[in-house]
């Protein structure tokens, strides 16, 4: 008989983050995640977010899906008003709030990135979380930067060609004193992440895998499993980068050794925007995952 591990239960209080009747479609990370926000940094946070599906979920005032204070910015400003707000509180002496900027991979890894680059360079005291559900998903499903290849979306109908963009990595290269990925599928590692950066002065990155049943054509109630398959096919690796060193993160500890990962088909088949994905894309996405794993070994 195995071992199991026990995980102790998440706050109670993360259910009163995100409140009955938001519009987001079933099966949503954005409201899972929120939710963990919520229970790891308490009420004292002010969130910051560009025009994104978190846009649609919260509502427009006076009216609000989300408990809690929210700066509605537009599509590439998050990390620029982030750091004005951050600023602000510093100089009239309020330590104790957190501020958040919290955008889709579109608003992060390809319209923002100028904003995020130039308020991590200037280590604004702010946690940024990218939420990477891999296309503009508010607007139609289109491609990001962030799209893995071999993946449909309205703009890739043929699947896309080019690699997944590493945010992460590009953070790294900032300097910045923290930078984790998470994924939705770990809502437990995500709360330790943020309870973590949260302590931490300076600009802290966090990059979470959210896995969207509407555009990435799965059934709302898969979305914690295929969550968890990024990370079980070693797809999607868990780790916290602090003071130039990489540590691995519990879930994806396993994966390190290749033959523990689970075949990646399986994690294609689940999704209809892998549909007509090809030998081709899938030896590019083999090269991809292969390189950031010899990338992480290097810096633990
Ligand atoms: C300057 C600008 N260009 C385009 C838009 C239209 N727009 C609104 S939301 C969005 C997509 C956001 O994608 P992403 O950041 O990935 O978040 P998601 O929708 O997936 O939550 C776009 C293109 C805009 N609001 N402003
Ligand atoms: S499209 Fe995806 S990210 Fe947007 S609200 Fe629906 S499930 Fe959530």
């Excluded at 919260?58 to 982030?82: C, K, L, M, R």
């Amino acid at each position: 008989m195995g071992v199991s591990r026990v995980v102790p239960p998440l706050p109670r209080d993360m259910r009163e983050t995100v409140l009955p009747g938001h519009a987001a479609c079933h099966g949503c990370p954005i409201t899972m995640a929120l939710k963990v926000v919520g229970a790891a940094l308490g009420k004292k946070v002010i969130l910051v977010v560009p025009a994104c599906c978190t846009s649609v979920v919260v509502g427009a005032w006076p009216g609000s899906g989300f408990n809690g204070s929210i700066i509605h910015v537009a599509f590439a400003s998050a990390a620029a008003v982030a750091s004005g707000v951050a600023e602000a509180l510093a100089r009239r002496g309020i330590n104790d709030v957190h501020v958040v900027a919290w955008a889709g991979d579109g608003g992060t890894a390809d319209i923002g990135m100028a904003s995020l680059s130039g308020a991590a360079e200037r280590n604004h005291n702010m946690i940024y979380i990218m939420y990477d559900n891999e296309a503009y998903m508010n607007t139609g499903i289109q491609r990001s930067s962030a799209t893995p290849p071999g993946a449909w979306t309205t703009t890739t109908p043929l699947g896309k060609k080019e690699p997944k963009k590493d945010v992460a990595r590009i953070m790294i290269a900032h300097g910045v004193p923290y930078v984790a990925t998470a994924s939705i599928g770990y809502p437990h590692d995500f709360y330790a992440k943020l309870k973590k950066a949260s302590k931490i002065k300076g600009f802290k990155f966090i990059q979470l895998h959210a896995p969207c049943p509407t555009g990435w054509r799965f059934d709302p109630s898969l979305t914690v499993k295929i969550a968890k398959l990024a990370v079980e096919t070693g797809l999607w690796i868990l780790y916290e980068y602090e003071n130039g060193k990489i540590t691995l993160s519990g879930p994806s500890k396993p994966y390190i050794d290749k033959s523990k990962r689970k075949p990646m088909i399986e994690y294609f088949k689940l999704q209809g925007r892998f549909k007509g994905i090809t030998e081709e894309d899938i030896k590019a996405i083999e090269r991809y995952v292969d390189e950031a794993w010899e990338w992480i070994k290097k810096y633990m």
